[in-house]
């Protein structure tokens, strides 16, 4: 069926409107864009010692090394399932995390500190 001359006037004025909508949105969500306030980053930066050039590797020697888990193998240290493991996960339980960006990440160090903190001491008989 063909549309009427009235129809296709109609049809090209909403069209034209639904553009000019388009248009003036992404006009008003650049500028938004831009006055949003910037949040800042701190950095921190350790200073390498003279007598030490070479980084030492980590798990070799004196200083342990930070361990950073994801999620499944976090809950695969502490023989539990991912659930178990969010419904621990600070602030609903007592496992402490670090967050970067999106990503979820765990201390091994936190891991087994908590892992101590549950342990469950015998009765002592009397």
Request: net charge positive; no cysteine; glycine share 6%.
């Amino acid at each position: 069926m063909k549309p009427t001359q009235r129809e296709a006037a109609a049809m090209s004025r909403l069209a034209d409107a639904a553009l000019e909508f388009l248009m003036a949105f992404e006009e008003g969500r650049t500028l938004r864009r831009g006055q949003r306030p910037r949040e800042e980053v701190a950095v921190r930066v350790e200073h390498v010692h003279p007598q030490s050039q070479q980084p030492e590797k980590p798990g070799r020697g004196g200083e342990r090394s930070r361990t950073l888990l994801t999620a499944k193998q976090a809950a695969a240290e502490l023989s539990i399932g991912d659930r178990t493991l969010w419904t621990m996960t600070a602030p609903r339980g007592p496992l402490p995390s670090v967050r970067i960006g999106r990503a979820v990440r765990y201390d091994l160090d936190d891991l087994h500190a908590v892992i101590a903190q549950m342990r469950v001491k015998p009765r002592r008989s009397s």
